[in-house]
DNA sequence: GTGTCCTTTTGAAAGGTTTCAATTCAAAGG
DNA sequence: CCTTTGAATTGAAACCTTTCAAAAGGACAC
């Protein structure tokens, strides 16, 4: 029904390889035929159909973006919203500036996920994969390398050595916390895990032990405790920490959200959190800083990083190459209110 | 270099014809010859080239999307983040079982839009639409309408008689907003807007001017403000509010964020949220349980939204109609202390 | 054996583009 | 007026499927 190349050729009185050559610039074209043609795909509203271009040229002008969700109806909200939305907008911005789209697919982690990077790659529905939070040994990464599928990754895997990606620096990020934690005369301080799996869990705790061990602070093994990005996972954690018989005066947690819900179930043992007791966070969402009281936390420029990724993908899908392969951004630690000095808790059993 | 349909075909000694048919089960095939082409396909991990499929069958299991972003370098968050991902978690979900991707792309609204739609449908790049954020006069709709693109939309324009859409019932939202702080005592009543254009801003003032009516109360011009999803639309609008002569004992936001901005802004000038003066929300983000005060909100079901959008547009790509052409959700009032009973509010100036 | 009727399989066209070798055109040089 | 040359244009093959009319195969009755 909508009209094809060869209407437009018809139209404007040429072949169709001279359409194909004005759309692509492919060869010169004389400026009196182009005019013509152009005319005609004016008058035609024509637009070469996308199927057909990918077919021919090997490019779908698409880059494929899948992101990890729990399946299930009552699923609690994503704790990393915020960040994953402001990573896509960066991307977006990119991608649609080179007239390329984005194709989201969803699945959960494990096999049902690798069905899907195998339809896509084999299917040849994308050109190329942005990789969202990376994990320590991942499928993915092995299974495009060996696909030969070029994509850029936000965050690193065990080993980085061979991929291009983008990385928040959150072994510095933890350095910079516990440095201030410790800086305030904290010396027992809770630390909550990343889910378990994901790199940056490791980067992180390297961080937050190697302070440690410089100011010469003993590393108490229930003090460490296994979280995850969610109010929930952030509330239970305080609440195993409190429950202690020598708890934290300050606890670290793996994201803002999170790191409510410890501030939560720390106001619910009566605690005055920046004073009785420290709370910081990461991300640096934009509640943060008008949380009560206004959460210490470490800035993560999603969008830009985002945007970033995208750039660096869609360079080595033209030119092969991508000018800086990994990038390590630096973390900012933006100090508020929900971090003080050391104080004796006084916890109200 | 992936194998194509030929290759499968050699391999298990057949014609093309009939592995295509065992793909797609088109026509019978005898269980022994089926096994063997399952068998070569498995062996060469052969997945049909998407879009060779796409041209000749002219579908390409793909949904199209896009989002309304403002583009820019420091834009500040989208305020309705939490209900756009909910809503694309659960269109997603649908997607991914069904096997359809989401394609993804965003423009600002205006003349680039029109153009990324143009582009997407008449390069054939999708089966049907998603459209979020419906205006009162849209051209998107018209537009898919004219191209007889199937689409199904989250909210309604000033037309919807035609279309398939889910929406909130907004009328009915501030219906139960309204006598909830009518019932409490507030006579003066602040209002602040969503963004002008869209379709949901008209529903809602509807619904709140009715309850003023049925009660009696005059209308005070002054006290309906512009505003947006944003915080800082919030906060700036609590404070135009809070500088009229007379201000208002409660005030209604556009959305949860907002009203947290509000909320912010009442608090500076002393007034104690709750009991000075009610704020009220919309969507009952995650955190609006948590915020200080807790926040009286509006339940929007974002996630279930975007399952029954997702669903009724696959209806409609297959059967060719929906089942419930039109579907107008219910809201809940979440009752928490953000708001109470009237108060002589001491506005310190 | 032959004819009939299903069931199964085949081969080629069609879908809309790009690409490339080949052809035509126009102008310049002799 | 004929050649040569470089620029502009053309036509057909190729990309990988699906689909459909036609052919082949197999079972059964006569």
């Known amino acids: ?136 040994d991942d499928w993915r990464v092995r299974y495009l390398e060996e696909q030969g599928v070029p994509f850029v990754a936000f965050g690193r895997a065990a080993d980085s050595v061979s991929f291009p990606y983008v990385d928040v620096d959150g072994e510095q990020a933890l350095r910079l916390i516990t440095e201030h934690l410790v800086y305030l005369g904290h010396r027992r301080i809770g630390y909550i895990e990343p889910p378990a799996g994901l790199t940056c869990a490791l980067h992180r705790r390297s961080g937050f032990l190697e302070v440690l061990r410089r100011h010469g602070i003993p590393l108490d093994g229930r003090l460490i405790v296994q979280g995850g990005f969610t109010w929930e996972a952030g509330e239970r954690a305080m609440r195993d920490l409190l429950y202690l018989p020598d708890p934290p005066t300050a606890v670290i947690a793996p994201n803002d959200v999170a790191a409510m819900g410890a501030i939560a179930a720390a106001q619910a043992r009566g605690l005055k959190v920046g004073r009785d007791i420290s709370v910081v966070g990461f991300d640096d969402i934009p ?63």
């Open 1 to 136: 029904m909508p009209p094809t190349i060869h209407d437009v050729a018809r139209r404007a009185g040429v072949s169709v390889g001279t359409v194909s050559h004005v759309l692509n610039g492919s060869a010169t074209v004389r400026e009196t035929t182009r005019e013509r043609v152009l005319q005609a795909i004016r008058e035609l509203d024509y637009q070469p159909d996308a199927a057909a271009r990918t077919l021919r040229q090997r490019r779908t002008g698409t880059l494929g973006l899948v992101r990890t969700i729990q399946s299930g109806p009552h699923v609690l909200a994503e704790a990393s919203d915020h960040v994953f939305l402001e990573f896509l907008g960066g991307a977006q911005e990119v991608a649609a500036q080179e007239g390329v789209g984005i194709l989201l697919w969803g699945a959960p982690p494990g096999p049902e996920e690798e069905e899907v990077y195998r339809r896509l790659v084999r299917g040849r529905r994308v050109d190329g994969f942005i990789l969202l939070g990376t994990r320590v």
């Open 287 to 349: 509640l943060a800083a008008y949380w009560q009281p206004p959460l210490t936390t470490v800035h993560q420029p999603a969008r830009w990083i985002g945007a970033e990724v995208t750039r660096m993908l869609l360079a080595l899908l033209s030119n092969g190459a991508v000018p800086r392969k990994q990038v390590l951004v630096s973390p900012e630690l933006r100090v508020r209110q929900s971090t003080g000095p050391v104080n004796q808790p006084t916890v109200s059993i």
